[in-house]
């Protein structure tokens, strides 16, 4: 299960210093773009627009975003930092797995889900060290929400003056990456194979609803095609009967008529073989064996 909302907004303020107190004030697409910024360090912030007010400039955010993505695609390395890319096609993930027109009109529930998935990616491909949100983005506001003063908390690690302090620093931050780099093929694994079981969820749905409304049409045929067999069993009795008397008891030209009626076909239409008919009203043929059905 991904993170609440409390704990989205929790790490989104304190890794990008905003005072962000909704989830969907995320959907002017600034804070995505940074956070990115934050793995990559080469998102083009300068492009990026704060405070944005209307729709035409998030989609200029999430340009930068699309872009962001796109570059790095192809990046290769034997299962390194950016081994899911080498897996996914990224400008199809970007319109598959980010719902840009749902993410721009700042509903909490799509904007949530991205979060968490954002979280997800983060947590897998972060290098590790710190990360300076202010001077990134020059101290400016994303998405009207104002900037807080840095802290020593979060992905910010205190400063250290000895050399014995950097070494320290040098060596957690390496294995920070190297726990990044390890989880990186079984998160991309893990966010494939969660789409893969809904669709195959979905589809299984979508099998079973079929298959109970083929089973109806099917019963409802065979009820129908029944009845329409009896009368004309009857009719071509009586008509036998009638040819045998010399005064018929029924008009055998409103017989002829209603026979006509039965064995009438629409163009195209091709008669089942002969006795096939009498197999199928018997229930010796499976509903599903014949190809045509006959009246």
């Known amino acids: ?65 699309q872009h962001t993505f796109d570059k790095h695609k192809y990046v290769s ?32 529930q799509d904007n949530l889900e991205f ?5 997800r990616f983060w947590d897998a491909n972060f290098p ?3 990360y300076d949100a202010l001077a990134r983005r020059k101290g400016g506001r994303a998405g ?7 802290t020593a908390t979060g992905t910010r690690r205190p400063p250290v003056s000895t050399t014995a302090g950097r070494s320290a620093s040098r ?29 195959i969820i979905d589809l299984n749905k979508q099998i079973a609803e079929l298959k109970v409304t083929v089973d109806g049409l099917e019963k409802e045929r065979d009820f129908y095609f029944g009845k329409l067999r009896d009368i004309e069993i009857l009719i071509q009795e ?31 239409f091709e008669v089942p073989p002969e006795g096939e008919e009498q197999d199928l009203a018997a229930g010796s043929i499976p509903a599903g064996d014949s190809e045509d059905e006959t009246f």
């Open 128 to 130: 590790g060290g710190a």
């Open 1 to 65: 299960m991904g993170e609440s909302r409390t704990e989205l907004l929790a790490w989104l303020n304190d890794l990008l210093q905003l005072n962000y107190t909704k989830i969907e004030q995320a959907g002017s697409g600034a804070a995505y773009c940074q956070i990115m910024d934050s793995i990559f360090a080469d998102v083009g912030m300068s492009k990026v627009k704060f405070d944005t007010k209307q729709e035409y400039e998030y989609v200029s955010n999430y340009k930068v975003l």
């Open 115 to 119: 979060m968490q998935w954002v979280k």
């Open 238 to 268: 009586q008509l036998e009967t009638n040819a045998a008397m010399e005064e018929p008891q029924e008009d055998p030209g409103v017989l002829k008529d209603i026979q006509a009626i039965l064995y009438n076909t629409e163009e195209g």
């Open 77 to 108: 390395g034997g299962g390194g930092l950016h081994s899911f890319y080498e897996r996914v096609n990224l400008l199809t993930l970007f319109f598959s797995i980010i719902p840009v027109d749902r993410l721009m009109k700042c509903k909490f």
């Open 171 to 199: 060596t957690a931050s390496g294995r920070m990456s190297s726990t990044g780099r390890q989880s990186s093929s079984s998160a991309s694994a893990n966010v494939l194979d969660n789409h893969s079981a809904a669709m």
């Open 144 to 150: 009207g929400a104002t900037s807080r003063a840095p």
